[in-house]
Structure formats: structure tokens, C-alpha cells
């Protein structure tokens, strides 16, 4: 504490570290009120917008906004090199959506090459950043992602995360509305992957514990797994989960961002390279640290129905990673043949 002559002890505000976030994608659906987020959060030092276009005019709109963080717009090919100079922590929200009748693997032939360049980029320009992956199929996306880093030799997976805390929120939010329970003191873990059945809400482990009955435990499961879905019909072609992806994001950037600020305790579900599992990716409740993940933590004790659903999502879950693993080799195997042509 100090003092002012005559006044009263003036709190001593320790200075918060100077943090860098890139969000590439910014323009879009997702980037634009995940941007704001951010732009609203004390953590964030320097906020750098990247999109193929449009970013210019969503950082100058942001930046006016009275809070420290500094905006920068970056578009195009020949900026991605410096919207990722230093960054701390990149979000990738960079991608085509759904649309109705369509599932999350069926963006994989756009947005597997989108992501393959931005992290190619990642590991030349900012190697040491936290990645907070959104872009879908999420199940492929951050397999893809940990197989370039590996090719450019910078694949670390403590530092790589695929974004589930919207399947979190979401088990959190029917929840508390089934149960009647206050909402803010609700919280229910989601393991697995951010597809279909791979995302597995463990009401078991849900606090506070109420009793669910069987037909309630497998509605809410439904409920969580069918959100993505619920959200892309209710848009009827115009995109999916946008606002409420902002809003679980920002969450698990906040996350990031006090970790890395010295905070202990800070754990978070996502879909991140571990060993708790069989399954070399496998979203479970991580601790987070001042470089990243510090560790997966165990699953713990789980009902017999959520067992079964452990095992039903094997083909689906392995499927995906093996895709996205598949995609790489191929896509640098074909580098390769057409150098030596
Ligand atoms: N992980 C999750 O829980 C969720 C993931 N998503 C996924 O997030 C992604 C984005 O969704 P929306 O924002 O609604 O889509 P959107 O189409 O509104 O925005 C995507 C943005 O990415 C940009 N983009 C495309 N190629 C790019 C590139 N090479 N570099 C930089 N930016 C590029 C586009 O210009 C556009 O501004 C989709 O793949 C969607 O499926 C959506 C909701 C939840
Ligand atoms: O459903 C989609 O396509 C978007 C998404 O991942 C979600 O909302 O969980």
C-alpha cells in the first residue's frame, strides 16, 4: 500500500504482463464479436485482426472502444507474417461454417488447407504462441495442426489446443435449466471431441450433484451433442453458433491468458495431444500453466452409460484424427514429387 499526504492508503496495482493475441479469421462470424471480447478484457495487451479482407475496418471500429488494448487490422497474404509477430496466444476461428443437412466433417476439404497455412505461418512467425483452434472439423483440425508443426519442427502439444468450451457451456446451461440449479454455480465437464457422439457430457462429475434419472441423463447427453446442429438449423443457411462461440472462446482465451500470467489452479476442458486415453487426441479437463498445458487430467470415475458412450465414438473419434494426420502426409508427399519433377 501507499499513501497520499493527508489521504487515504492508495492500493498498489501490480502491472498486468503485456500480452499479444492474433485472431486469425477476425472478420467472420465468430472473429468479429470474439475480437470484441477480447478487446473488452484487461489481460490483453495487443490485439492483432487477421482475415483475407474486412479486418482494417473491424480494428478501427474496435478501436475506439476506451480500454488499453491496442487494435491492429491485418488482410491478406502479405500481413499474415506481421499479425503474428509476437503473439502470445493465436485463436483460430478461420473457416467455412456449416449449413443444414451438413456435418462438421464435411468442411474438411476447405478448411483443412485454410488451417494447414495459417499454422505453417504459426510455426515460421510466433513458434512459441499458444493456438486455440475453433476452425471444424475441430476432431481433424488440430490433428492436422500438430502434424505441421511437426514438419517444420515446432510441435510442442502442451502448446496446442482444440476449442470444446462451447460443448461445456452448453452442458452447463441445460443443466442448470433441467435441474432448476443456479446457473453460475454449475459446471459439467465434456470429454471426447467436439462431433456428434464424440462429445461426451459427464453428468456423473457434475457439480453441484442432483439426481438425473436415465431418460434425463441421456436427453441432456443428446441435447449437448445436437447444440452445433440445434443452432445451424435455427440460422437456416446463414452459418452456425457465432455469438455463443464468441463468448466460449473468450472464456478459454481468459483461461490462457491467466495461466500464462502465473494463476494457479486454472483448469479447462479441450481437445488437446494426451495419453489419458487410448486415442492420441482426446478432449478431458487440462491444467493450464505459464507455457500451456501442464498436464490432461484423468478422467476419473465415470457411469456406466457414460462408458458405453466412451466406446461407441472410437470409430468416429480415430477416424477423424486419422484423416487429418493422412492429410498432411499427403498433401507434403505431393510437395515433394512436384519439387523433384
Ligand atoms: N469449435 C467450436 O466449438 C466451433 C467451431 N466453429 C467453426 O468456426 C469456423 C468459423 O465459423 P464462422 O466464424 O461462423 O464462419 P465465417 O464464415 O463467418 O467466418 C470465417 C472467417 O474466416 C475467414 N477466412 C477464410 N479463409 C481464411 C484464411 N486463409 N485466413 C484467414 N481468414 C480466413 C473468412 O474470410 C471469414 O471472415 C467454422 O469452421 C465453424 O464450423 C463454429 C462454432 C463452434
Ligand atoms: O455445429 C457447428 O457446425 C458449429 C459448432 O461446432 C458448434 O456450434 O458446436
Known sequence: MSSVPGGKPLPVRKPLPYRRVTVLGAAGGIGQPL??????????????????????????????????????????????????KDADLVIIPAGV??????????????????????????????PFALINMISNPVNSTVPIAAEVLKVEGTYDHTRLFGVTTLDVVRARTFYAKAKNLPI??????????????????????????????KEEVEELTRKTQDGGTEVVQAKAGKGSATLSMAYAAALFAESCLKAMNGEPNIIECAYVG??????PFFASKVELGKHGMVKALELGPISKYEQTCLDEMKDELMGSIDKGVAYVHNTESEKIIESLK
Open 35 to 84: 475480437s470484441m471480447l477480447l478487446k473488452l478484457n484487461p489481460l490483453v495487451s495487443k490485439l492483432s485482426l487477421y482475415d483475407i479482407a474486412g479486418t482494417p475496418g473491424v480494428a478501427t471500429d474496435l478501436s475506439h472502444i476506451n480500454t488499453r488494448t491496442e487494435v491492429h487490422g491485418f488482410a491478406g497474404d502479405d500481413q499474415l507474417k506481421d499479425a503474428l
Open 97 to 126: 461454417p456449416r449449413k443444414p443437412g451438413m456435418t462438421r466433417d464435411e468442411l474438411f476439404d476447405i478448411n483443412a488447407g485454410i488451417v494447414k497455412k495459417l499454422v505453417q505461418a504459426i510455426a515460421k512467425h510466433c
Open 184 to 213: 453460475e454455480d454449475v459446471d459439467v465437464p465434456v470429454v471426447g471431441g467436439h462431433a456428434g457422439k464424440t462429445i461426451l457430457p459427464l453428468f456423473s462429475q457434475a457439480t453441484p450433484q442432483v439426481p438425473l434419472s
Open 274 to 279: 494426451s495419453s489419458v486415453t487410448d486415442y
